[in-house]
């Protein structure tokens, strides 16, 4: 295995990459489907993305982050700006994720609908 090189666009895309839940790895071991980093034309590392499987809690765990907290502590009004969050992020085109964020939330479905609708209003 080759090590991933401490080369500024490296260290630059790190922090995003691991947000995304994505991993860096050496241009020499990367597969198919990675994406290349190129600096000046030079291939340097690659980002292999998350698998799908996991995905929701990879989000929701991402807006507890950027809240400080976890969904069923937060606001009312928080828990509707988290779900436009989770929206725009395209949590709910996977299978069962109004059922699962309620769950994560601690509040109902027809809640989460409700917050979508609201969203779709406006």
Do not use: C
């Amino acid at each position: 295995m080759s090590r991933i090189p401490r080369h500024p666009l490296v260290l630059a895309v790190k922090p995003v990459v691991e947000a995304l839940g994505a991993t860096l790895v050496a241009w020499d071991d990367r597969e198919p489907g990675d994406l290349p980093l190129k600096w000046e034309g030079v291939e340097i590392a690659a980002v292999r993305m998350a698998p799908l499987h996991g995905a929701l809690d990879r989000m929701i765990d991402g807006v507890e982050r950027e809240f400080g907290s976890k969904l069923p502590l937060l606001s009312r009004e928080e828990k509707q700006q988290a779900i436009r969050l989770l929206d725009e992020r395209g949590a709910f085109t996977l299978r069962r994720a109004v059922e699962d964020v309620a769950d994560a939330m601690g509040v109902s479905r027809i809640t989460v609908y409700n917050y979508l609708n609201a969203l779709h209003r406006s």
